[in-house]
Structure formats: structure tokens, C-alpha cells
């Protein structure tokens, strides 16, 4: 078998519970029947062109020569590195595969400029511009993020003297404007199904292309993928995806809307991450949804155990689930990458109709995007810091959060607004190459506030986690952590840098956060000299 679920305690008995109904119900073979009405009426026409992913194995077997002829085609061009540009499902995946699979891929999913410099620039290691072919993956082509960093790119390359068209490689959505103007300049385009969802597009073109011409073995990944496609599809008590489906999203009014992600010696590089887009995009709307928590084996809340945190630890064999049953009441999962992806997007997609709530849908995502470009527009004076505490300017969206005068005082004021049933959220809009240790913030904040803590990177986590933000229950408080850097990098044809642009969406989604409907707390820290005042900042969160 090659996927594997055990659950036990609490969850055992509720996903007992569950099963019956959901068996009953047919919705595992009617996912894989394209049924588009397990969603309910209002959410059929969507679902009517969301269901694609079912079939991207045998979709995307022919797409493997064509990858692997190119990838051929530039090593033999002495063109050995690959950077992608992509956003939301358009790089977790990716990032998850060729971790895994321990192939270099540079994956650009930020606008802060000096990361967009470093996966330009390069290094001695990995190579240079020169030995560099940049992957945009888009679905509708019209991302900011990613036209951004193309643009980039292409004045590079021709800055280099290298032409454009033959180190640049298209994944989108066919008949987008990406497909045109790629077309039109020359570019390699692989489109994608259209009836796939950015977060499910794990096994298309968009997971493939850039993984494939890294040097990953990419039919390895299908036939793993495709070796879990019977086991999903039948209405059986053992399918692994229902289990899953009933341990996450079961429960009803006592539901654990919670999901604490704990890698436990397993395989496989960053799956929290990927599942992390793509359960909470998914579910995190109508009020509803299901916050995902990657968390470390000694993370606090494996200590403090919430009651409506649910744990899924994942490790690396099904055998040595016994060496495990210290844990009780947790979710264990084994399996190999593809078909941790297979069994992951049936569980989620299940999850939606057991919350009843559209899975493909993400309708609050784009509040962020009109803020960020109402602000670019606007280009208004960056409003005055509350007060700045050793060169950490703070702003809030509420005069009390500064009443101390001290980060560390407004870090405590924060965590007092957390509720009994609510979460905080880390957001870095930094350059993450340079700040890697910020991740290691959230274990401090964790056990400081004693609830759930999330951490990601902007802008990237607006393309995953921040539909819940807005969408899901309102229950989170927000600290975003900026940077002030002299770093800056024009974007070729825009009015804006990509300094700019980062500062733009940082503030742009803490305006949606702190305004009705939601009115959550929102403390901004910027750090005028970051390598500096992140001790300071670990400090004031202890």
C-alpha cells in the first residue's frame, strides 16, 4: 500500500463515527466520477470546472518526454539552474518535490528585491544568470508577483546579452494572456488543464515543468501518485482519503478546527507546507474552515495539547506506526510523495462537503490584491510609527496594543487578544535568505501566548493562508514583521519597485485585516537595521 492512515483516542472514535455516512454517500467515487454537486448547488458551477485534478496522471504521462527532451536539450546549453517564479500552489509544490527528491530548484515566490537579486544573480555554487533558465508559472498569467519577477528577468537576460526566448519557459493556463504574449515573444509554453485549481495542480504541468528540468525523476512521482488513484476512489472504510477526511473535518459542533502538522523523521521535505495552502484555501471561508499549524516534533503546542488542535504526524514508514503510540489521539500518515498528494487533495476536497462549503473557490483573496493596488496608485506617505523601540519602528491597528511604549509590551498586549478559540498569525514580509532565523520566532510566540501559532512568508502566504484569514472564523491577531533595507530593484515598465510592491502588499492586507467585517488586531514591527534587531525581537518575545 502505498499510502497509510492509523488514528487513535478522541479522533479514532470520531472518524468511526463519520464513516458510515460517508461511505454511504458515494462522494469518493463521485469525486472521481466528476460529480460536480457533492458541494451543493452553489458551489456546482464551480466545482463543474474544478475537478480536473482526479485525472492529471494520465493527463500529464505525455507531458514527461516533452520535460525531460528539454531539460536534455538545456544541459547540453551548459544551462543547469532553474529558478521558478510562481505563486501559491505554482511553488509549494515544486519546493515540496525537489526537497524531496534533492534537486536545486530556486524558487522565487517573494517581491522583496533582494531575494528577487539573489535568484538573479545566483552564486558560485549553483551558477550564475548565465547557466540560468527562469520557469513562470501562472495560471492566469495576470499574477503581480510573477510578472514582476519575468520582467526582471528578461532585462537581465538581455542586460547579459542572452535572449529572453531561449531562457524562458512558460506554464499557464491555455488561452491566457500569459499563453498570448509568451507566444507572441517566443517563449516555451506548456499549458496546463484548465479545470485544475492552482492548489491542486500538483501532478500538472505546474508541478512537473519546473521539478522535471531540475533534474527530478518526474514519472517516478506519477506512478507513485498513480498507485494510491484505486484506493481513493472506492466508497470503502479503508480508503485512506475518508479516513483523513472524517479525522480532519469531522466531530461536528465539537470539531477540532485546528490541524497541527508535525514531521516525525519522514521522507519527504515541506508537505505541511503544501498541505497548508491547500487545506486552509481550500476550507477557510463562509465563517468556517480548518487552520493548518506546521509545527516541529518539540513545538509547545505538542505540550500544551489545545482542545482544538487535532495533530497529524507524518513519518516515514507504516510499519513503525507502533514506535508512535505514545502519542494518543493523533492522526499517523505515512506514504510516498505522490501519493501523499492524491490522498490529500480527495481528503480536502471531502472536507469541504463535510463543512459544507465550496473547496475551489477563494473569494476573499483578492480583497488583499485591490488594497495592494489601491496603495500603489496612491503611492500615500508611510504613516508615523506608534513609537519605535531600539530601532524597531511599531505601528498598530489600535492606539491600546501601544500603550507600553516597548515591543515587548505590545507583543503581550497582542497576546491578550487572542481568545479562548483563536490563533496568531506570524507574518515576515522579509528577505527570507537573509532572515531564515525569523521561522524560528514562532516556537517563542507559541509558548508566550499558549494557542496555535502560524508563520509565513509574504507575500507568498496571501496565496494560501490568507484566504483564511479573512474568510475563516474571525479569530486570529496578526504581527507582520517588515524590513528597511537600502536594496531596491526596478521592475522594468512598472511605476513601482519591487521595494515598493512588498511594502504595498504588507500594508494593503493589514488594512483588510483591521477594517469591518473582520476588525482583527493587526501589530506592524519594521526592523530599520534587520540583522540587528531580530535578536532585540527574539528578546522582546521571550
Known amino acids: 500500500m502505498s ?22 454517500s458515494l462522494i469518493a467515487s463521485g469525486i472521481t466520477a466528476g460529480d460536480a454537486s457533492l458541494w451543493g448547488p452553489a458551489a456546482e458551477d464551480e466545482a463543474s470546472r474544478r475537478l480536473g485534478w482526479v485525472r492529471a496522471v494520465s493527463v500529464s504521462r505525455p507531458l514527461v518526454p516533452e520535460i525531460t527532451a528539454l531539460r536534455d536539450e538545456l544541459v547540453a546549453q551548459g544551462v543547469t539552474r532553474v529558478v521558478l517564479a510562481g505563486m501559491g500552489g505554482s511553488s509549494l509544490a515544486p519546493e515540496v518535490i525537489a526537497q524531496t527528491a534533492g534537486v536545486p530548484l530556486v524558487i522565487l515566490d517573494s517581491t522583496s528585491p533582494g531575494q528577487v537579486l539573489a535568484a538573479i544573480d545566483g552564486d558560485a555554487e549553483s551558477g550564475g544568470l548565465a547557466q540560468t533558465v527562469l520557469v513562470v508559472s501562472s495560471k492566469s498569467g495576470s499574477t503581480i508577483e510573477t510578472d514582476s519577477a519575468k520582467r526582471a528577468f528578461e532585462a537581465a537576460f538581455r542586460d547579459l546579452g542572452i535572449d529572453p526566448a531561449e531562457r524562458i519557459v512558460v506554464v499557464t493556463d491555455p488561452g491566457s494572456l500569459l499563453e498570448q504574449s509568451a507566444r507572441a515573444d517566443g517563449y516555451r509554453v506548456f499549458t496546463a488543464d484548465p479545470e485544475v485549481g492552482g492548489r491542486y495542480s500538483a501532478l500538472t504541468a505546474f508541478g512537473l515543468v519546473p521539478t522535471g528540468l531540475a533534474g527530478v525523476d518526474i514519472d517516478d512521482l506519477l506512478d507513485e501518485a498513480d498507485a494510491t488513484l484505486l484506493e481513493v476512489a472506492i466508497d470503502s472504510p479503508e480508503n485512506p482519503a475518508l479516513v483523513l477526511a472524517a479525522a480532519i473535518a469531522g466531530g461536528g459542533a465539537l470539531r477540532r478546527d485546528k490541524l497541527g502538522l508535525v514531521t516525525d523523521g519522514s521522507h519527504i521535505v515541506g508537505l505541511p507546507d503544501w498541505i497548508e495552502q491547500l487545506v486552509a484555501e481550500s476550507t477557510g471561508k463562509d465563517g468556517s474552515g480548518i487552520l493548518p499549524v506546521v509545527l516541529l516534533p518539540v513545538s509547545p503546542e505538542l505540550d500544551s495539547r489545545p482542545d482544538d488542535l487535532q495533530v497529524v504526524r507524518f513519518v516515514d514508514d507504516a510499519t513503525a506506526f507502533h514506535l508512535f503510540e505514545r502519542h494518543t489521539d493523533e492522526v499517523l500518515v505515512s506514504g510516498s510523495l505522490g501519493a501523499q498528494f492524491v490522498v490529500w487533495e480527495y481528503a480536502t476536497a471531502i472536507a469541504g462537503s463535510m463543512l459544507g462549503i465550496d473547496p475551489f473557490d477563494q473569494p476573499d483573496v483578492e480583497s488583499a490584491k485591490d488594497a495592494t493596488r489601491g496603495l500603489l496608485q496612491a503611492q500615500p506617505a508611510p504613516t508615523a510609527p506608534a513609537f519605535v523601540d531600539g530601532g524597531v519602528e511599531v505601528r498598530v491597528s489600535d492606539p491600546a496594543l501601544a500603550a507600553s511604549g516597548t515591543v515587548a509590551g505590545v507583543l503581550a498586549a497582542l497576546y491578550e487578544r487572542v481568545t479562548a478559540d483563536g490563533y496568531l498569525s506570524i507574518q515576515a514580509y522579509v ?9 524560528g520566532l514562532r516556537e517563542l510566540v507559541a509558548a508566550d501566548c499558549g494557542r496555535p501559532t502560524t508563520f509565513g512568508w509574504g507575500p507568498r502566504f496571501l496565496h494560501s493562508t490568507g484566504q483564511y484569514h479573512k474568510g475563516g472564523p474571525a479569530a486570529g491577531v496578526f504581527l507582520q514583521i517588515l524590513e528597511r533595507t537600502d536594496v531596491d530593484l526596478e521592475i522594468p515598465g512598472r511605476p513601482f519597485t519591487f521595494g515598493q510592491l512588498i511594502q504595498a502588499q504588507a500594508a494593503g492586507d493589514a488594512s483588510v485585516l483591521a477594517e469591518a467585517p473582520h476588525g482583527r488586531p493587526v501589530v506592524t514591527l519594521t526592523l530599520t537595521d534587520p540583522q540587528v534587531e531580530v535578536l532585540s525581537l527574539f528578546e522582546a518575545a521571550q
Open 431 to 439: 528577505n527570507r535568505l537573509e532572515l531564515a532565523q525569523l521561522a
Open 3 to 24: 499510502f497509510a492512515v492509523k488514528v487513535t483516542g478522541h479522533v479514532g472514535s470520531v472518524v468511526s463515527a463519520e464513516l458510515p455516512g460517508l461511505t454511504g
